[in-house]
């Protein structure tokens, strides 16, 4: 069983819908991260959090460490939006990230 | 705003050849870490890095990795006798780590590394 899980794997949406991304960890942490994957392949850091919820731009992330479950919010969606979305956590045990597979965002427009 | 910068950003190499990826981390953070993506799989954590020494390590990173901080700004994975599944896209990432225990990671945007 993965440590990280993420649903839905694939999502298409069309422009200006309301997107949520699940994520559910099964491990200690002592942080989880949202981070945002383009074409090329660079990966951009959104979220780190430890508790409640962060807001940046239209993008909102939460977390309940209680259900070790969190999920990313986009607002007003746009096809520039498209991109895969990685959860990831930080073991409260030792050095590591435990990445998610991904959700890969298509945004119509 | 500060970047982590990685060269090359594509090396093709011959298969048995030794290979250096170069990392140039934010300046004043002191946590440094490699991770790869084989295409279409999710990113894996390689090896950490602190204080001059190796923090973490997985177990992909077996004894033909090995990573260094030559001077003060770079940090580099070696791998020496490459393989065809070491082809990847290998991420350097650092992070400040600051005392209160929130701390942000910034990672580059990648090698790619393809071994023929």
């Known amino acids: 069983k993965n440590e990280v899980e993420q649903s839905p794997q694939n999502l298409t949406a069309q422009e200006g819908e309301f997107i949520t991304i699940n994520c559910s960890y099964s491990?200690?942490?002592?942080?989880l991260h949202w981070l945002q994957q383009h074409p090329g392949g660079g990966i951009v850091s959104l979220f780190m959090?430890?508790?409640g919820k962060k807001k940046h731009g239209r993008l909102i992330a939460t977390i309940n460490i209680q259900e070790k479950h969190s999920s990313l919010h986009i607002t007003a969606s746009h096809p520039r939006d498209s991109a895969v979305y990685i959860c990831?956590?930080?073991?409260?045990?030792?050095?590591?990230?435990?990445f998610g597979k991904g959700t890969r965002l298509h945004i119509l427009p | 705003e500060p970047e982590v910068t990685q060269t090359p950003s594509h090396q093709v190499t011959q298969m048995g050849q030794e290979v250096i990826l170069r990392c140039v981390p934010i300046?004043?953070?002191?946590?440094f870490y490699w991770y790869r993506q084989i295409l279409g799989q999710k990113v894996e954590f390689l090896v950490s890095?602190?204080?001059?020494?190796?923090?973490?390590k997985s177990e992909i990173f077996d004894d033909q990795f090995s990573v260094e901080r030559p001077d003060g700004s770079n940090f580099t994975l070696k791998i020496r006798s490459t393989k065809l599944e070491d082809s990847a896209m290998y991420f350097c990432?650092?992070?400040?780590?600051?005392?209160?225990?929130?701390?942000?990671?910034?990672f580059g945007s990648g090698t790619r590394l393809t071994v023929v």
């Open positions: 990432a650092s992070s400040d780590r600051t005392s209160g225990g929130n701390y942000g990671y910034t």
């Open positions: 300046s004043n953070h002191l946590y």
């Open positions: 491990v200690g942490i002592s942080a």
């Open positions: 990831a956590v930080s073991s409260n045990r030792d050095d590591k990230i435990i």
């Open positions: 890095f602190y204080n001059n020494e190796i923090s973490e």
């Open positions: 959090l430890s508790s």
